[in-house]
């Protein structure tokens, strides 16, 4: 029986044509301390209700933090395991991907250990291919070496959008995506903002649009 | 209740305390304490006073609770409904059991010879009512036994106390003059109805009263024993490996269990060794469980923990924590349960990596950001979620702040330029403060507030920055910051 998520708004998502099929991606943050690559897989993963497991090696948790429940929103689930070595969180990765129930599995490393090969990236797309469950293997300062992840994003914070009642203060989020492997689309490079109340990720408007670029100088100059 | 082990001689003056409201006070003495004039609710001090020599031990109320309990279940060899009462007491209903040990009096001795052996003082009393039993037991003569006609003409002269009241209406009796039950009784029961009309129960001596005469009903409670359940394999030699023998065992054990609608959530496996030595290993589930594979993967990663020694021959299973689970059937198609595959996966991740490592964040109430968020264990139940918040929060947290050193600071506001993890850090755009106060009534004094600022640095991160204390506070030097988070 397929379960049946909410498809929400999604701009060109490269997995999102046809019936949802999840699997492996690889997401490295372009500092390591950046919040908005773990802001965009969260954005990205099925509405339920069903349980985040999520597992962090001892560096990645000590060097860039826990997930913190009252920024992500409690309305979601989240089951953290800790843990200090990279072959055990990938052991962890690839054992719960057997149980369907997770909304997704999130594992997060640091650095370019051993055990994290070509072998075993394949082993856990292929079972988050099988299980239909999504994988998401958050690299912190990581180089993107040869990996079989089926989506290979790069991603940083951008100057965010201007605040509607405050010059001074930081507004909407923005992120700069780098999609720079993927199996089933282009790569492409995409600036977005990202909506809090909504929960909804938008392209940025393009630049022609001239209403919204002389408003805001910033982002024109990235998209362009 | 003594405690265990390595108690003290008996001729040193040894008092249990508990913690009372001006200090410690007196919980339980031996009979040394009791000679020189020690007296239980006082004060420690005013007892050191009296007796110098006094030695005092922090008394155990939850382990005494627990003994008690277990109590209940251990006379359950004398008859078949047992109950406790209050904190150190038992009730036994012996109706039809006295001439399995020849007659009452024989049976008084019996019991009292087997709480001897266990280490207990005890006092016993034989009545037809709770209450007559509960009087003369603490009031009456030794090994008192009272025939159904005698109630009345023995509690008459026992003290008022022996009716289980409250200490307060104790005294209001005595200071009306009645000292004893007999001087009681002889009160009409109107007016003593009209007084006490009110009262609760352990302040109305007319209902008490009643109890212990027969008058009013007062059934005894019993609490059922849970039944054990545990599967052992005697070996003809010694070995040591017990990994070919768990299957079995555990299938056992699961038999068992199936058969009586049970799942348990604790194991333990314990291996007696042949130089007389016990070693032993508990696993537990998130849910309650009794499916043998499931049960034995547990134990994979933990056999080789067992230390054999010279060898072992016997091997027991026990279930802990059994309680009735009901197999039940959610999709119609056949598959696997789904819910049952997360508590499993669950428990193989902590019986791997240890408890300390499987943990549910959830919403805590407080303002202070560090503590609104906590992790439970797997093996609770997970609270409610709060309401939703409404300030914004980062998304991730350090779980200890870290100092920045300010290059350019600004009157108000966050500091124009800061070096972090050793890289200049330019802020373009902020919000804030929001002041957070420490929480008086659990920080330590001194602590300082914190003024949290959401800011924005050249390349666009936004982090959540905040300044400990103020000028001029008096709270330590020159403000600090720190970085505590990071915002989406």
Known sequence: MEPIFLQKKKFSHPQQAGPVRHTLSEVFPET???????AYVLSCLPRTHAPILWVQDHLSARETGRPYLAGIGAGRAIITINLSRPVDVLWTLENSLRCHTLAAVIGELWGDPNAVDFTATKRLALRSEASNVPCWLIRHAATPNLSAARARWRIGSAPSALHPHDQQAPGMPRWSLDLFRAHHARPAKWTVTYDRTTDCVDPLPLPRNREVGARDGTARQLTG | MERQGNSPADDIPLTLIVEGTHGPVIHATNRTARTMGVQIGARVVDMRAICPELQTEYADREGDKAALERLVLWARRWCPWTASDGADGLILDTTGSAHLFGDEDAMLIEMETQFSLLGLTSRLAIAPTQGAAWALARFGTVRSICTEGEIAQRLSPLSVSGLRLSAETVLLLQRLGLKTIGALMNVPRLSLARRFVKAALTANPLVRLDQALGKLAEPVASVEAKPRFSAQSRLPEPIFDPAPYLPQLCDNLCDALQNAGMGCRYLNLTVYRTDGDVSHIDVATAASTRDPVHLHSLFRDKLERINPGFGFDLITLTAGGVEAIQIVQTQLGGEAHSDLQLTQLLDRLTAKFGPRS???????????PERAQRRISNFGAPPPQTAELIKERPIRLLDIPEEVHVLYAV????????????????????AGPERIAPEWWKDRPGTRLRDYFKIEDQTGRRIWLYREGLHEDGRGGDPRWFIHGMFA
């Open chain 2, 411 to 430: 009157p108000e506001g966050p500091p124009a330029q800061f070096i972090w993890r050793r890289k200049n850090h330019r802020v373009t755009r902020y």
């Open chain 1, 32 to 38: 390591a301390t950046d919040a908005a690559a773990l």
């Open chain 2, 358 to 368: 499987v943990s549910y964040p959830v919403v805590y109430e407080s303002h202070v």
